[in-house]
């Protein structure tokens, strides 16, 4: 058995063609070009999304389960904050990586969210 990586290279991708605005490389590529706001939010997004990537794999997911999990446990505004938190950083998420998801992609990420944000004000009134 060779370990040459000549033997082990995948066939080159294709490139997307303007009549393919469904192709799984780019599922959006005939959309609407970034406004200055879009670009801006995603220039101010950069950083953290870095900084976020740095971290241990583990440690994002952890911290959003500590914060369901205080959500769900806690009665009052302390837990609804904690439910906020969780909403508004999926929320920032899903905003960043909008124009690159399917409309299924798209709604599956507002139900999460939506879903979230009812929690949160139930338990607010609990």
Do not use: H
Not at 47 to 57: E, G, K, V, W
Not at 83 to 88: E, G, K, P, R, T
Not at 100 to 116: C, S, W
């Amino acid at each position: 058995m060779s370990t040459k990586r000549s033997a082990r290279q995948t066939p080159p991708r294709r490139a997307n063609s303007p009549g393919r605005p469904d192709s799984p490389a780019q599922p959006n590529s005939a959309a609407r070009p970034a406004t200055a706001a879009r670009r801006s939010a995603e220039q101010r997004s950069a950083a953290p999304l870095i900084y976020l990537r740095q971290l241990p794999s583990w440690l994002p997911p952890v911290v959003l389960i500590a914060l369901m999990v205080t959500g769900l446990a806690v009665r009052g505004w302390a837990g609804a904050v904690a439910l906020c938190a969780v909403a508004a950083f999926l929320g920032w998420l899903a905003f960043v990586s909008w124009p690159a998801l399917t409309v299924r992609g798209r709604l599956g990420r507002a139900v999460a969210i939506a879903f979230l944000l009812g929690l949160a004000v139930f338990e607010a009134t609990r």
